[in-house]
């Protein structure tokens, strides 16, 4: 399974835009580029994910990097809610959506 | 739309007793996961459920877990005989199709401690 690698810990002021790194060196052509985040004490909640495309959606947007061995998790505004640990994850699309977790970031928001 | 409903929230059980867990996923959701997210971790998973049948269960330590999910639609997970390393916080996610390409969807989670 490819692998990511992503900063320990990341701080923001609140209202600021975070852009969260991911480098995922060994990634192949069929894999897509996936964002979880988990807020303390509930489930893991799902952000976005993309293929080759940046994509937006209502929560933030994935800029892909054009070899596609990195991207970034932009939240345009950063709000208190958004402490919380952010992982970004590889699967293989031809597999079983298999989510492997790894450390994450844990992002802080300052008011 | 309702979410993944799972129960019990919390559990304390000691070692060599048995724990069973329930899952209900997103209504209309095939792909039914089992992950185990001991504290500190980012969340394993142990089994997965295409339908009624398993589709990936290499994780599932299965001298002593086992899931099932008979009707294709909710699941239970139950260890026997618990140890204190399963200590943990059990989620249940749900997809609408196996495929990578589709975002999974996660409950609150039961968290057991085993003393």
């Known amino acids: 399974d490819a692998k990511t690698t992503q900063p320990n810990s990341m701080e923001s002021n609140e209202e600021e835009p975070v852009h969260l790194p991911c480098n995922h060196s060994?990634?192949?052509?069929?894999?897509?580029i996936h964002w979880y985040r988990q807020l303390p004490s509930q489930g893991p909640e799902y952000v976005i994910h993309?293929?080759?495309s940046n994509v937006n959606n209502r929560m933030a947007s994935l800029a892909i990097a054009e070899d596609r061995k990195s991207s970034t998790l932009i939240l345009h505004r950063a709000t208190l809610r958004d402490a919380a640990v952010y992982y970004c994850?590889?699967?293989?699309?031809?597999?079983?959506?298999?989510?492997?977790f790894g450390a994450g970031t844990r992002l802080a928001v300052h008011p | 739309e309702a979410g993944v409903a799972q129960s019990p929230r919390y559990k304390i059980i000691e070692k060599r007793q048995s724990v069973a867990f329930w899952c209900n996923p997103i209504?209309?959701?095939?792909?039914l996961y089992w992950y185990q997210q001991i504290l500190g971790q980012g969340p394993k998973l142990l089994i997965q459920?295409?339908?009624?049948?398993?589709?990936?269960d290499s994780q599932l330590p299965k001298d002593r877990f086992s899931a099932e999910r008979l009707k294709g639609v909710d699941s239970t997970l139950k260890i026997q005989p618990a140890k204190l390393e399963d200590s943990a916080v059990y989620l249940c996610?749900?997809?609408?199709?196996?495929?990578?390409?589709?975002?999974?969807?996660f409950g609150p989670g039961t968290r057991l401690t085993v003393t």
């Open positions: 996610a749900s997809s609408l199709g196996w495929d990578s390409s589709y975002e999974q969807y």
């Open positions: 060994t990634i192949s052509g069929t894999d897509y």
């Open positions: 993309g293929l080759t």
């Open positions: 994850i590889l699967t293989f699309s031809g597999g079983y959506n298999k989510l492997i």
């Open positions: 209504s209309g959701h095939a792909t």
């Open positions: 459920f295409q339908n009624n049948g398993v589709v990936d």
